[in-house]
């Protein structure tokens, strides 16, 4: 695939029934869990660094994951890693940071070297995670730079598996018919 890179010897792996679509970019130490699912003008380069991407995740349009690479100011570099059951919204760039599992990045959100958002976070539109800070987990996060709101409701905890589901569902289709 063309939209799929080596660099420097690491070529992308893709779990069971992962999907990139053909107008995507997946380069270098990337690895996407099974049925995750990557759509139309993202872009996701671990080419200084490792990113790991893991089950029944969906990066939406227009997204980008990078890394924080190695060097003098920052020795270990920061990679990017999301858990599970991750719903990367529209637009979002998400640079040398740690995701856990059943997580909402809200479209247009930025989130920043070593920031860690915790499992069970949402993170409302247009946010701005800063370098370095944690999102505790069981809460919704608002504004530029981000505060904490209030904690998730149960019916908004339950949406973490329902839009993980609907992205499974919906890159499926987009397997059936164009392979």
């Known amino acids: 695939m063309a ?3 080596s660099h420097k010897g690491n070529t992308p792996e ?9 107008s995507a970019l997946v380069i270098g130490d990337v690895v996407l869990g099974e049925d995750s699912s990557v759509w139309p003008m993202t872009v996701i380069r671990g080419d200084m660094h490792r990113i790991r991407i893991g089950a029944r995740c969906s990066i939406q349009d227009g997204s980008v994951v990078h890394i924080t690479h190695a060097s003098d ?7 990017t890693t999301l858990g599970d059951d991750v719903t990367v919204g529209h637009k979002a760039l998400l640079h ?4 856990g599992s059943r997580v909402l990045v809200g479209m247009g959100s930025i989130i920043m070297d070593g920031a860690v958002v915790e499992n069970e976070v949402i993170i409302a539109a247009g946010c701005l995670v800063p370098p370095g800070k944690t999102l505790e987990s069981g809460y919704l996060y608002v504004g530029s730079p981000c505060r904490q709101a209030r904690a998730l409701t149960d019916q908004e905890r339950s ?13 499926d289709e987009h397997i059936r018919e164009n392979g």
């Open 73 to 79: 100011y920052n020795p270990g570099g920061w990679p």
């Open 159 to 171: 949406f973490f598996a329902y839009t993980a589901g609907n992205y499974v569902r919906l890159k």
């Open 14 to 22: 893709f779990g069971a029934r992962t999907w990139v679509d053909p």
């Open 96 to 99: 040398g940071c740690s995701i």
């Open 3 to 5: 939209n799929v890179r």
